[in-house]
């Protein structure tokens, strides 16, 4: 089989294409011929060293933790009924998605319906399943105004759909025509995010309003600027560093202006009462009846990992972005 292999941290340059041998699933294992792997700013952490310690590694390595394909080999008899099955699966810290075989234990396996885009299966696993994570404790309402950071981006991409079909205003803040493109056909206004006075633009398009919720992914200034439109009594829940560094946050601020805090993932969401299957089973479901789509923005083979990897840490993707071997 083929697949990416890292030998060593850094850059994406560390990311190569080699010929292994098959893989063979043990006792509760399945083997999945892959058709798509899903692609994170967290696979390029770790990739250059600085993953959490939830997701340490070992070297040599094949990076990506979701896939979708279809079961061609089990490891034993008990768990045949998988076998020719279309599924999805979180690999967890074991990783190896980005091969054309993949290892899955058969508890975290989804069967997927036969309609659905092996990119769009694999997206909704990961990137779905974090947007379900930040809705659930968002909980937007009709007359809010929401701003969403990074608003063209995988979860910013999903949180803007489904604002706008609670039937909020959103205002989806990215950088450049073509990411504000993408806001403005998911259904925000967008506002583009690299002009230095953004802040006025956005406030002289609310007029004497402000927005009630800000959905941050990105952190850091442009998070805390974002922040700052938010009215008395407001709601922030952040959801990323995209830009390495978290809002700062003062408890004087936070005091003074009532804005309610919270985190939709880290401890949050791996410390949540029921975990994260059923959050994956309502991905999935989203996805099948087409309620709440991911947004496939790009598509790379095995060969371009490593350019996968640059498009998203240079904050040039699209939607999600996915390998497909």
Do not use: C
């Not at 340059?13 to 043990?26: F, I, V």
């Not at 058969?106 to 319906?113: E, F, T, Y």
């Not at 004497?208 to 800000?214: I, Q």
């Not at 700062?248 to 003074?256: G, I, K, Q």
């Amino acid at each position: 089989m083929r697949a990416i292999r890292q030998h060593e941290f850094g850059g994406p340059e560390t990311l190569r294409l080699e010929r292994l041998p098959d893989l063979s699933p043990g006792p509760g294992q399945v083997r999945i011929r892959v058709l798509a792997a899903g692609v994170h700013l967290l696979d390029a952490q770790i990739r250059s060293g600085l993953g959490p310690p939830r997701a340490r590694v070992t070297l040599p390595m094949t990076p990506g933790r979701e896939v979708a394909g279809h079961v061609d080999a089990v490891g034993s008899d008990d768990d045949s009924s998988w076998v020719g099955r279309y599924v999805v699966a979180d690999l967890g810290v074991a990783s190896g998605g980005y091969a054309e075989l993949a290892i899955a234990d058969v508890p975290r396996l989804h069967g997927v319906a036969g309609y659905v885009d092996p990119a769009e299966a694999v997206a909704a696993i990961g990137t779905g399943r974090t947007a379900q994570a930040i809705l659930e404790l968002a909980e937007i309402r009709t007359d809010d105004i929401v701003v969403v950071t990074g608003a063209a981006g995988g979860v910013g991409a999903m949180l803007t759909v489904a604002a706008r079909r609670s039937g909020a205003r959103v205002i989806g803040l990215a950088t450049g025509a073509a990411k504000a493109e993408t806001v403005v056909a998911l259904g925000g206004e967008a506002i583009d995010s690299g002009q230095t006075d953004w802040p006025d633009v956005v406030q002289s398009l609310l007029g004497p309003s402000r927005a009630s919720l800000v959905l941050d992914g990105v952190g850091g200034s442009l998070g805390a600027e974002a922040m700052a439109l938010l009215r008395p009594g407001g709601r922030l829940v952040m959801f990323g560093t995209a830009s390495g560094s978290a809002i700062p946050l003062d408890a004087e601020t936070v005091y003074n202006t009532g804005i309610a805090v919270s985190a939709a993932v880290g401890a949050r969401l791996f410390q949540r009462a029921g975990g994260l299957r059923d959050l994956e089973e309502k991905a999935l479901a989203a996805t099948a009846d087409r309620s709440l789509v991911p947004h496939i923005g790009q598509r790379f083979s095995l060969a371009e990992a490593p350019e996968a990897h640059r498009a998203i840490e240079e904050r040039r993707s699209l939607g999600k972005v996915v390998l497909v071997p």
